[in-house]
């Protein structure tokens, strides 16, 4: 009967072992699978109540049930987790002797730690415990727990334990294994995806033997296929290289192969297949040494930089001709932000160069008078808000410069920030006056003009009156042939003639007075001689209009004066009062 019993259990055990060696589901995506169908398999074989397998977590504080079977009813479970500081003696002992089992289990003392959280609430009476070790570190347990009466362990269940132990090890390795390579796929996979995204050539270099590795697309951006510069040789890196970046490429690899630069990062121009030479970026690190210290293989990749480089220095070149033109300006330029603080200026060394410690930082209330740094804040928010350009003029004191009228435009810059442009208009507003002061004057160089005409149109009608007048009577006496009469009227328009030329002298006199161009020549003079000449040339007009002139000036009455400014003033006086 009890070989019969052996018999069974024996052949239930090796059948059990069949099973999990040849079954290949350690290897699935379920991590608990393959350790439910181990629970399962040893309870059924092994006729007990309660089969478990435990991990332990990396850091080892934490011990976790991947899989836990019960047979009555036939279930599995998991995920419970216990902590390891709760049962220090246990752990030593199953890592020291690889295997604990006892028949009465709640009162063996290496049970202790678990007699009143397992075995007496789940009425386990017998435990037959197996270590499961991975490269000789213990990774977890095999627990097989009797309910109900005590039970002795067999010899060949001990084994079988052993075995499944061993069984549970594996599939643990497996597992390890199969997830390190799906870890390394993912990882080649996300390193071909961003080659391919980079669009970017790989590379790998012997440095001992200078035997040299590229991919197609390394070749294909230099216009060449791979069969048109293998093999490849340190002459043919030489010979597409740029001159002037080969010594700087090899000064960086040498720095990297001695350990100064972890990589090795080099900007490199490339001769293209025809014959143009294109940027490209060359990266790379040494992945493995020899023996004695020296670099052996190296792996990078190289990238088409071409077009970033020559829009780089086109920014450049911009850059620079912004700068030029910002220096050549000499208005004073300022950032503000919205706070009113000054972010950052600009001034040509001369008149608006003013130390940056002075401006740089502050608020405008600190550097501006407060009833004009109070018209900026406003007009900086306004500008914020609405984002249209401010102009304005204020009369400020710079330190330098004195008192001074400016033009300052400010305009919305980047993110709540304005940019300030601040002008010196002095010379403008000297320039504004001093056209407003011709302006004046030439408004009155006209109304002196229009006076001149209305002069000579008054001045010169009575005059020409009479020469009309005397010229028809002197036509009338030569039809009556009257000689005398004709002397007569001849004398009167001769007389009549010399008026006109001498008022036209005196406007001319006049005219160059308004303008400032007489020129002032006293002289001693009778002025009965200048009143009596007046009087002759007017008595005429006089006569005809039936106007007497008389005069009480006696001869001999010098005066010190401009006998021509005189004769004019006299004339003109006359002239008005007939």
Not at 367 to 374: K, L, N, S
Request: hydrophobic share 40%; proline share 3%; with cysteine.
């Amino acid at each position: 009967m009890l070989v019969q019993q052996d018999h069974e259990r024996s052949l239930r055990q090796r059948n059990a072992l069949s099973q999990l060696m040849l079954d290949e589901v350690h290897l699935d995506e379920n991590f608990e699978k393959p350790f439910h169908q181990i629970t399962r398999e040893v309870a059924t074989a092994m006729h007990v109540e309660q089969v478990s397998i435990w991990l332990l977590r990396e850091d080892k504080k934490f011990m976790r049930c991947v899989s836990q079977y019960k047979s009555s009813p036939e279930q599995h479970s998991s995920r419970e987790i216990l902590n390891c500081g709760d049962f220090p003696e246990y752990l030593k002992i199953i890592a020291s002797e690889s295997k604990i089992y006892s028949d009465d289990a709640q009162n063996d003392p290496r049970f202790k730690e678990f007699l009143n959280n397992f075995l007496i609430p789940l009425e386990i009476k017998s435990v037959l415990n197996m270590g499961v070790f991975v490269e000789g570190s213990l990774e977890g347990v095999v627990c097989i727990a009797h309910t109900g009466s005590a039970r002795s362990w067999h010899h060949d269940e001990e084994s079988f334990a052993t075995a499944v132990a061993a069984i549970v090890a594996q599939t643990l390795a497996n597992i390890r294994r199969k997830r390190a390579n799906d870890a390394l796929l993912e990882e080649r996979q996300r390193l071909s995806n961003v080659i391919q995204g980079t669009n970017a050539g790989t590379w790998e270099w012997n440095i001992q033997t200078a035997e040299t590795f590229f991919s197609a697309r390394w070749a294909e951006m230099l216009g060449y296929t791979l069969p048109e510069i293998s093999p490849f040789t340190n002459q043919t890196w030489n010979d597409l290289s740029h001159p002037d970046d080969l010594k700087k490429a090899e000064s960086l690899m040498e720095k990297h192969f001695s350990g100064k630069l972890d990589y090795y990062d080099c900007h490199v121009r490339m001769k293209h297949k025809d014959g143009r030479w294109i940027w490209t970026l060359h990266r790379g690190k040494v992945i493995s040494w020899t023996e004695d210290g020296k670099p052996l293989l190296m792996s990078g990749t190289l990238q088409d930089i071409n077009d970033h480089k020559l829009a780089e220095e086109a920014l450049k070149t911009s850059e620079q001709r912004a700068k030029a033109l910002l220096d050549a300006i000499p208005d004073l330029m300022l950032r503000v932000n919205s706070e009113g603080v000054f972010l950052d200026y600009k001034a040509a060394i001369g008149e608006w160069y003013y130390p940056g410690e002075n401006i740089i930082g502050k608020q405008i209330t600190d550097v501006v008078p407060p009833e004009i740094a109070g018209i900026m804040l406003e007009r900086i928010a306004k500008i914020l808000k609405t984002g249209k350009m401010v102009i304005g003029e204020y009369h400020l004191n710079i330190p330098q410069m004195g008192a001074i009228d400016v033009e300052a435009r400010a305009v919305h810059g980047a993110n709540s920030e304005v940019i300030i442009i601040v002008r010196n208009i002095g010379e403008r507003k000297k320039a504004e006056a001093e056209i407003k002061l011709k302006n004046q004057e030439l408004e009155k160089l006209n109304a002196t003009k229009d006076k001149f005409f209305s002069i000579i149109a008054h001045d010169l009608r009575s005059p020409f009156n009479a020469i009309v007048g005397f010229s028809d009577l002197l036509v009338a006496q030569v039809q009556d042939n009257d000689l005398e009469g004709i002397e007569d009227y001849a004398q009167i328009i001769q007389k009549s003639s010399y008026l006109v030329m001498e008022l036209l002298a005196n406007l001319m006199d006049w005219s160059r007075s308004q303008t400032g161009r007489i020129i002032f020549k006293p002289e001693q003079c009778d002025l009965f001689d200048i009143i009596n000449e007046t009087m002759c040339v007017l008595l005429e007009i006089a006569h005809q209009k039936s106007i007497e002139i008389n005069s009480d000036v006696m001869s001999g009455t010098f005066v010190q004066a401009d006998k021509e400014m005189i004769a004019t003033v006299l004339r003109n006086l006359i002239t008005n009062a007939i």
